[in-house]
């Protein structure tokens, strides 16, 4: 397989900002019919974290938290994986087995440019053996 990330990502990607609350993350997940945002970095010496749906299911909504009080930076994951939009895609997938994650972003320089889900690999994978046939 010598498709490259780039290939395959998906550019729509959602931002919030670290000090947002879980609740502004929730109707922006919702609206978007999203699964994840971007959690941008407070300042330059900062990194770009990740808030999932799962996230918010577990470490707020089961705990019986109120959304309008916890900030995203409380539950959100920091620092992303992220791989560069070069690499192969066979490398990709040892990355996400390695950390057993179902999606990886990608940058460009210091810059979050898109997004690689299991489902994304999947279907690469079955475009590119159609193609063999």
Do not use: C, Q, W
Not at 4 to 15: A, D, H, I, S, W
Not at 21 to 42: C, G, H, N, T
Not at 55 to 76: C, M, Q, S, T
Not at 117 to 133: F, H, W, Y
């Amino acid at each position: 397989m010598n498709t490259k990330v780039k290939e395959v990502m998906n550019t729509k990607l959602e931002t919030i900002k670290a000090e947002a609350s879980v609740y502004d993350a929730i109707e922006k997940l919702v609206d978007k019919r999203m699964r994840s945002l971007i959690v941008l970095p407070r300042d330059e010496k900062d990194v770009y974290g990740v808030i999932t749906v799962r996230d918010i299911v577990f470490k707020v909504i089961a705990k019986n938290l109120d959304p309008h009080k916890i900030r995203v930076e409380e539950i959100a994951s920091k620092p992303v994986i992220s791989i560069d939009k070069e690499t192969d895609l066979e490398h990709l997938i040892k990355l996400m087995e390695k950390f057993n994650i179902a999606r990886v972003f990608v940058h460009e320089g210091k810059e979050i440019v898109g997004v690689v889900s299991l489902l994304d690999v999947m279907g690469a994978s079955l475009i590119e053996r159609a193609r063999r046939v």
